[in-house]
């Protein structure tokens, strides 16, 4: 499965929108794009995942480049509630393992 | 949304003993399981695959006699640390695949503490 690269932390202010970078340059075609979220001391949250186009659903957006070679997850308003650590995570076979790479610490602020 | 039901939330065991966590998953079938061990301020580490029926796969550096995985059922995988010492404790979460809609889901974790 292809590696990602996330920016260690970020910051976002409360009711804007949090934008968060996934670089996955070594992708493949047929390699899905998920992403998840970890609340301190909670279980993974599924949040998204997409293969070529374009996601939205109740809790995010998720934009994958034309290249595929990165994707961006959108909070469209964050809250407090979204303070977590976001990992993005590629992998071929669906159902296989799923490694978690280090995520993006966000934290949104008052 | 599909269901993984881990017991219990937290344990503290004296060194030396065994502890048993458990994975459910509540309203699907899991042929497959995957345990993981995360530390304070570190990403998740798999640990192992569990599969029904079958003997569970270890990552390398695990120590499958230490971590013992049962998967006796289509709903049930437990995780039983073995002969536990401090450097055991940390965060033990189970996840299993649910299907295209959902992806993986992850039980709520359990926070073993050896004393």
């Known amino acids: 499965d292809a590696k990602t690269t996330q920016p260690p932390s970020m910051d976002c202010a409360e009711g804007r929108a949090a934008n968060l970078p996934c670089n996955h340059s070594?992708?493949?075609?047929?390699?899905?794009v998920y992403w998840y979220r970890q609340i301190h001391s909670q279980g993974p949250q599924y949040i998204i995942h997409?293969?070529?186009n374009n996601e939205t659903n109740e809790m995010a957006s998720l934009i994958i480049t034309e290249d595929r070679k990165s994707s961006t997850l959108i909070l469209p308003h964050a809250t407090l509630r979204d303070t977590a650590v976001y990992y993005c995570?590629?992998?071929?076979?669906?159902?296989?393992?799923?490694?978690f790479g280090q995520g993006t610490e966000l934290s949104v602020k008052p | 949304g599909a269901v993984v039901s881990q017991h219990p939330s937290w344990v503290i065991c004296k060194s030396g003993t065994s502890v048993k966590i458990e994975c459910r998953s509540l309203?699907?079938?899991?042929?497959?399981m995957f345990w993981y061990r995360q530390f304070p301020k570190q990403s998740l580490m798999l640990m192992a695959t569990?599969?029904?029926?079958?003997?569970?796969?270890?990552e390398q550096g695990v120590e499958k006699d230490k971590f013992l995985i049962n998967h006796a059922s289509l709903t049930l995988s437990t995780l039983t640390v073995t002969s536990a010492h401090p450097e055991d404790s940390s965060f033990y979460i189970c996840?299993?695949?649910?299907?295209?809609?959902?992806?993986?889901?992850f039980g709520s974790g359990t926070r073993l503490t050896v004393v």
């Open positions: 070594t992708i493949s075609g047929n390699e899905y």
């Open positions: 569990s599969n029904e029926g079958s003997k569970a796969t270890y």
């Open positions: 309203d699907f079938q899991a042929t497959t």
């Open positions: 996840s299993a695949w649910t299907g295209g809609g959902y992806g993986y889901t």
């Open positions: 997409g293969l070529k």
């Open positions: 995570i590629v992998i071929y076979n669906q159902g296989g393992k799923l490694i």
